[in-house]
C-alpha cells in the first residue's frame, strides 16, 4: 500500500466520516481543542447578533456599488474546457450597485450570465476599519469577529468577508490555509467536506490561467493568460465521491455556523435563491508540524504514485 | 531530498531549536494553545504544592517497602551489548524498604549497582485510590493532577508517577503518545528532546528483549528473553546530536515543570544525587490528523531510504 493510501485508511479508520453538531456557541477553551481535533463541527442556535436584518430592501438601500463576479456557468474559480484545452478560468469582475445585483440574480436575463458577490479580499474591511469599503454602511450591523473564535486563537480574523449569490453559484472544491468560521445569515448552503489525508484524491494539477472577459460583443469569452498556470483539483463535481475518498456532508442553515478546519477540502453549493453568509478566516497555527502536515498531504497530490 | 530529510529540514525552518519559558502556571486556554502548538515549554516558578517536604527522612519514615530498579551502568530499559550482541535490557526489579533504598542510593557498594525508582505503572495510583499501593501515604502530599492541564484537555491524568534516583541512573531515549507535565520536586533533571520530525535519525530497530537478573553468585547478569523483541532507539548518547538533528536541550529544577509534548523524543539526565520527580501522563487527541503524524514520522524511522 502506497504511503498516501496508507495515511487515507488509517484516518477513516481514526474518524468517523460525519461532523459534530453543537447547540450553542462554545466557551474559548471549547474552541482551541476543536481547532486542536481538527474536524468540522456545525453549530446550531447560533446565529449572529445582526443590527438590521438582511433583507433585500434594506442591502440596496443602504449599500452603494459593488464588485461582483460574472461567469457563464456559475463557476467562478473554477476549471473551464475549451476548444479540448481545461483552464483555471477566474471571473469577469463587474462593478455594479447592489440594487441591480440582487434584480439581477433573480432574473433569467437573456444573456444566461451567472452573478455571486464572492470578492474574498476582506470585504468587510475590519482591519482598516476604512469608512470607504464597499460594505463600510453594513459592517457595523455584525460582529467584526466570532468572539470565543478570537479568544481561542488569541488574535483576530485575518480577513471577514460577506457572500452573496444564488442557488446558480458554485464554489469549486479547494483548500484555504485559515481556520475558517463560516455564518449563514440567508437562505442555506452544503458543504461537502474531504479531510486532508484524502486532499490526493482530488487531484490537483497546473492548469493554465484565463479569465473571462467581455469581446466586442458584449458576450463572455475566455481569454487565456501568459505563461501564468494554478494548481487545482481536477474533480469537478466531488459530491460524485472519488475513488477511496469519504466525504462529510454539512446542510448549514440560517442561523448557524460551521468550524472548517484549517487544510479541509470544501465544495459550497447554495440552496435557495438568496444565500447570504460572512466567513471569518482566522491564521492557522505554523509552529510545531500542524502546517507541515498539512503542506506534506497536500504534496501528495502531485504526483500519480506515492 | 528524501522525505524525512525534507520534513525534518521545513520543521527546523519553521521553529527554533529551543522551548519557551513562561513564569507561573498558565490558564487552561493558553495550555490547550501550547498542546495545539506541540513545543516544550518550562513552567518557571510553579511549583507543585506540597503539604509535606519529601526529605528522605520522612520518606523512608512514611513509605514502606517499593520497587526499585536495579541495573550494572544506571541505564534501565536501554541497549547493552553483551557478547557481541545487542540486547533491549530491562532492569532486575527488586523489592525493598524505602529506607534501604535511600541508604543504598548514597553508597558506592562493592556491587557497583545503580539503583533507581521509575515503575512507570502509574505508581502514585489516584485512578483506583487504592489504600494499599506502594505510595498511598505520600500521595496525598501531592495534588491528583495539573489542574489547569486536566482543565485544558477535558480529562485527569492516565498515569502519575514518582521518579527518585541519582546523577547515576539515565533515561535512554524514546518517545511516548502522552501530553506529558513533568515536575521536579527535589534536584534536578536536563531533557534532550527531538521533535517528532527527527525520530527516524534517532535510528529505532528491532533488539532483541533481555532482563537483568541476579545469577546464583548473587550477580547481576542479562538473561535474554526467548522470541521478544523491542523497537529501540539506537542512539546509546543523543546529547551527542545525531546528523541532521536540532535537539532542545532543558534543564528543569526544583519546582519547574517541563511540558514535554506527546511524541518528542526525550533523553533525561539526572543532576543532583537526590532528584525526586513526579509526571502526569495524559492521553493524547487520537482524534484528527495529528495522531496520525506522529506515527507516520516514526515509521520513518524504521528504513534506510524514506
Known amino acids: 500500500m502506497t504511503t498516501r493510501v496508507q495515511l487515507l485508511k488509517e484516518y477513516q479508520e481514526l474518524n468517523e466520516s460525519s461532523h459534530s ?14 481547532v486542536h481535533t481538527s474536524r468540522p463541527v456545525l453549530f446550531q442556535n447560533c446565529p449572529l447578533p445582526l443590527r438590521q436584518e438582511w433583507t433585500d430592501e434594506y442591502l440596496a438601500t443602504t449599500v452603494g456599488e459593488i464588485d461582483v463576479s460574472v461567469t457563464p456557468d456559475g463557476r467562478a474559480d473554477a476549471l473551464v474546457d475549451i476548444d479540448d ?26 444573456t444566461n450570465e451567472i452573478l455571486y458577490l464572492q470578492s474574498q479580499n476582506d470585504n468587510l474591511d475590519y482591519g482598516s476599519r476604512s469608512d470607504t469599503g464597499d460594505f463600510a454602511r453594513i459592517r457595523t450591523d455584525i460582529p467584526p469577529d466570532i468572539h470565543w473564535a478570537s479568544a481561542a486563537l488569541g488574535r483576530q480574523p ?38 486532508p489525508t484524502e486532499g490526493w484524491c482530488l487531484q490537483e494539477r497546473e492548469y493554465p490561467h484565463a479569465r473571462w472577459i467581455r469581446d466586442s460583443s458584449g458576450q463572455l469569452c475566455l481569454k487565456p493568460t501568459a505563461d501564468q498556470t494554478v ?9 460524485d ?13 440560517r442561523g448557524e455556523m460551521l468550524y472548517l478546519p484549517a487544510g479541509w477540502w470544501h465544495y ?39
Chains 1, 2 share one sequence.
Open 158 to 195: 485575518d480577513a471577514v468577508n460577506i457572500w452573496i449569490g444564488s442557488d446558480k453559484s458554485v464554489t469549486s472544491v479547494h483548500s484555504d490555509p485559515y481556520e475558517n468560521v463560516y455564518a449563514v445569515i440567508r437562505g442555506a448552503k452544503i458543504f461537502t467536506l474531504f479531510p
Open 231 to 239: 494548481r487545482w483539483s481536477s474533480i469537478r463535481d466531488p459530491t
Open 85 to 110: 484545452k481545461t483552464y483555471f478560468a477566474e471571473p469577469l469582475v463587474e462593478r455594479m450597485s447592489m440594487k441591480d445585483f440582487l434584480t439581477r440574480l433573480d432574473s433569467n436575463d437573456h
Open 241 to 253: 465521491p472519488p475513488p477511496l475518498t469519504r466525504p462529510v456532508t454539512v446542510l448549514v442553515r
Open 268 to 306: 459550497v453549493q447554495q440552496v435557495s435563491n438568496r444565500t447570504i453568509a460572512v466567513n471569518y478566516w482566522y491564521d492557522l497555527e505554523y509552529q510545531g508540524h500542524n502546517w507541515l502536515f498539512l503542506s506534506y498531504l497536500r504534496s501528495l497530490g502531485l504526483s500519480d504514485e506515492k
Open 21 to 34: 453538531t453543537v447547540d450553542g456557541p462554545v466557551s474559548p477553551l471549547e474552541f482551541m481543542r476543536m
